[in-house]
C-alpha cells in the first residue's frame, strides 16, 4: 500500500501561483510513477502531468503546458506541481496519484494503483 497526502491547495486569484505538494508513504517511492489529476464540479477526473520514477521524463495536458510543473524529491518521498498564471478554468480538486512501475504513456486514471484524497484549488476572476 502507499498512502498519499496532498497539500498546498487554497483560493487564489488569476494570474497567481499555487504549490501543491503530495506526500507519501509505505512503499519505495521511486518505484512509482508520480501523476497529478484534477476534477472540476460535474466533471470526470483529468490528467494533468505525470513524472517518471528518476524525474527525467515528464508530460502535461496541453491546456497547462508552460504554466504547470511537476517535480519530485524522492528523498523526501515527494512530488510536487507548481503552478502559475492560474486561470480561474484551473479550478478543481487537485489530486495525486501513484502508478508503479518506471515508465508510462497512460493519461487515464484507471492506470494508477493509489491515490490521495485531494486539495481544493480555487482561482477566482
Known amino acids: 500500500q502507499v498512502q498519499l497526502v496532498e497539500s498546498g491547495g487554497g483560493l487564489v486569484q488569476a494570474g497567481g501561483s499555487l504549490r501543491l505538494s503530495c506526500a507519501a508513504s509505505?512503499?519505495?517511492?521511486?518505484?512509482?510513477?508520480m501523476g497529478w489529476f484534477r476534477q472540476a464540479p460535474g466533471k470526470e477526473r483529468e490528467f494533468v502531468a505525470r513524472?517518471?520514477?528518476?524525474?527525467?521524463?515528464?508530460y502535461y495536458t496541453d491546456s497547462v503546458k508552460g504554466r504547470f510543473t511537476i517535480s519530485r524529491d524522492n528523498a523526501k518521498n515527494t512530488v510536487y506541481l507548481q503552478m502559475n498564471s492560474l486561470k480561474p478554468e484551473d479550478t478543481a480538486v487537485y489530486y495525486c496519484?501513484?502508478?508503479?512501475?518506471?515508465?508510462?504513456?497512460?493519461?487515464?486514471?484507471?492506470?494508477?494503483?493509489?491515490w490521495g484524497q485531494g486539495t481544493q484549488v480555487t482561482v477566482s476572476a
Open positions: 496519484a501513484a502508478k508503479f512501475g518506471f515508465s508510462t504513456v497512460s493519461t487515464s486514471s484507471d492506470d494508477y494503483d493509489y
Open positions: 509505505g512503499r519505495t517511492f521511486s518505484n512509482y510513477i
Open positions: 513524472i517518471r520514477w528518476n524525474g527525467a521524463i515528464t
